[in-house]
């Protein structure tokens, strides 16, 4: 199996258990590779380790969340498995560069990390797409 097909694996893995508590340790054993192989193989592949890849799809699903429902911050930052509204508020600024309450406000979703594709080209072999595209809100 190739780097890009483990890489797959990985991203098919994590984006169907992304609403679960994750570790490296539950990945490889579901997966039946090593932690270490995962882990240098996803980061080579994509730039990203898998611990902030995680968390990236997970705010950027929760400011989905945050612009398309009503439902409390508080909600949203435990679906989102964080511990608290303050921890996830910090997270969300960092990646958003602004509160979930203003990100709410402005109603403008924009996904900082969507999901890894991978696919093949005939003139540069395989290649990992994370595009960033979308609006910035002010």
Not at 4 to 12: G, K, Y
């Amino acid at each position: 199996m190739n780097k890009n097909m483990v890489v797959e694996r990985i991203v098919e893995y994590l984006e169907e258990h992304l609403n679960e508590e994750l570790s490296l340790d539950k990945i490889a054993k579901d997966l039946n590779y090593s932690k270490f192989y995962l882990a240098r193989v996803f980061t080579r592949e994509t730039g990203k380790t898998i611990c902030k890849y995680v968390q990236g799809r997970r705010l950027t699903l929760a400011a989905q969340k945050l612009t398309e429902t009503q439902k409390p911050i508080v909600e949203i930052a435990y679906e989102a498995q964080y511990q608290s509204q303050q921890a996830f508020t910090a997270a969300f600024h960092q990646l958003y560069f602004c509160t979930p309450q203003v990100f709410r406000n402005n109603g403008i979703f924009y996904p900082r990390q969507p999901r890894i594709s991978v696919g093949s080209s005939r003139r540069t072999g395989s290649q990992i797409s994370c595009g960033l595209g979308g609006k910035i809100a002010a």
